[in-house]
């Protein structure tokens, strides 16, 4: 149960701080003129959030004790096809 909780604030901080980074960018892309720029940064966000969802799923899936190892890799599968299609 320590691990649990200890790993849902682990997964809070970091999607804590990839909202904030998504916000700064937004931030940046409204105040920007140049389309490199602009791209550049949408960029990183399409990579940040499928990122910190795969993260968030591995950290959480490690403190689950109870799971067998094939539902384990059936989420995680489901997670890489979640973000494989979010770039086609």
């Given at each position: 149960?320590?691990?649990?909780?200890?790993?849902?604030?682990?997964?809070?901080?970091?999607?804590?701080i990839?909202?904030?980074?998504e916000?700064?960018?937004?931030?940046?892309?409204?105040?920007?003129?140049?389309?490199?720029?602009?791209?550049?940064?949408?960029?990183?966000?399409g990579?940040?959030?499928?990122?910190?969802?795969?993260?968030?799923?591995?950290?959480?899936?490690?403190?689950?004790?109870?799971m067998?190892?094939?539902?384990?890799?059936?989420?995680?599968?489901?997670?890489?096809?979640?973000?494989i299609?979010s770039?086609?």
């Amino acid at each position: 149960m320590i691990l649990l909780i200890k790993a849902s604030k682990v997964i809070a901080f970091i999607r804590l701080i990839t909202g904030s980074v998504e916000i700064i960018c937004a931030a940046l892309i409204y105040q920007s003129r140049s389309p490199k720029t602009i791209i550049r940064l949408s960029t990183l966000m399409g990579v940040l959030g499928p990122l910190a969802l795969l993260l968030g799923l591995i950290i959480g899936i490690t403190s689950l004790e109870e799971m067998s190892p094939y539902k384990v890799g059936l989420i995680l599968v489901g997670a890489l096809f979640l973000i494989i299609g979010s770039f086609i």
